[in-house]
């Protein structure tokens, strides 16, 4: 609760931090913050030639643009999942002047993953612009804010986990980069989990991304919730990394301090 009402009584102060995080990252750029819309655009229309125009791709029970919205319903957010580890991993690096004033803490890393997440908004415009075109809408769609909240909560407490190894371990980096293309490849994003073979399916409950992008999937292309037992799992485990890393983080203040 006391970590719930500093974010609350600082709301002003993380928002001005978050504004300033965004034009930082596309200082310099010749678009600006059209990168925000280009980029979503671009990846999405990669990965539709990929899969499906390339390699026709296709899944059983899903025609060639209800598997494109599949695709695009979970790729959404595992980009702003992708994004956000990036940036957290170096955010006390890279502002560690703010740990020597009065500035909370906890704020640098979740300043970090929520300026990161920022692409999901134009990427669920497309997305949904693309299930009224290709598909049936329904009210379900009215809760994919709540999913992308889950999992930018789950992504602000493994930032701040990662953030405090990024300095004891420069190298987390880099090695961020290549767990985040293993979580790609083992999430059901360019398949479904109707076809992962049975033996190894209870494995997918072991990704906590899988419950996130499963219930975008479910509200976007299938039109329900997705099973109880994912929305149970995907919701704790989203609150509980949350607590836990935003906890660690703060009482690990006085070593960082050293570190840096």
Known sequence: MTLLSNFISHRRLLLRSIKVEIHAHHAGTILGLSWIVVGPFLLLALYSLI???IFKVKMPGLSQSEYILNVFSGLVLFLAFAQAMG?????????????????????????????????????SAFVIAGDVLLSTPSWHLLL?????????????GLGCLLSLLGIVMRDITFLI??????????TPIAYTPDSVPARVKPLLYLNPIYYHVSA???LILLNELPPMIEIVLGTSISITMLLVGIWVFRRARVAMMDLL
């Open 144 to 156: 994919l804010p709540v999913v992308a909240l889950l999992q930018l909560c789950f992504s602000v």
């Open 51 to 53: 899969y499906a125009v």
């Open 177 to 186: 980069q290549y767990i985040v293309i293993a979580l790609m490849i083992v």
């Open 216 to 218: 975008n999937q479910h």
């Open 87 to 123: 940036a957290t991993t170096s955010a006390l690096s890279r502002d560690r002047k703010l740990l020597f004033s009065n500035y909370p803490p906890e704020f640098i890393p979740a300043k970090a993953a929520i300026a990161a997440y920022l692409i999901v908004l134009p990427g």
